[in-house]
């Protein structure tokens, strides 16, 4: 799972550099993560699931709704 974080931390990282580059401004108080997959898959990630760092920001996971 460590690899999925770090490959999407770096698919940040390449998104906020491109906005930058284009005068645009990557908003991580605006930004949501979704942790999309079944049940099972979501008890695999524990209650809090997993978050992302954009910088010196955390990007906490979206409450998915589940029961």
């Known amino acids: 799972m460590a690899a999925v974080v770090e490959r999407l931390e770096r698919c940040l990282l390449d998104i906020s550099h491109w906005m930058s580059a ?15 997959g079944s049940k099972y ?10 978050s992302l760092q954009l910088d ?11 029961p």
């Open 22 to 36: 284009n005068r645009l401004k990557l908003n991580p108080d605006k930004t949501e993560l979704l942790w999309a």
């Open 41 to 50: 898959s979501w008890t695999l990630l524990g209650s809090s699931g997993l």
């Open 56 to 66: 010196s920001d955390t990007i906490m996971p979206s409450d998915p709704g589940l």
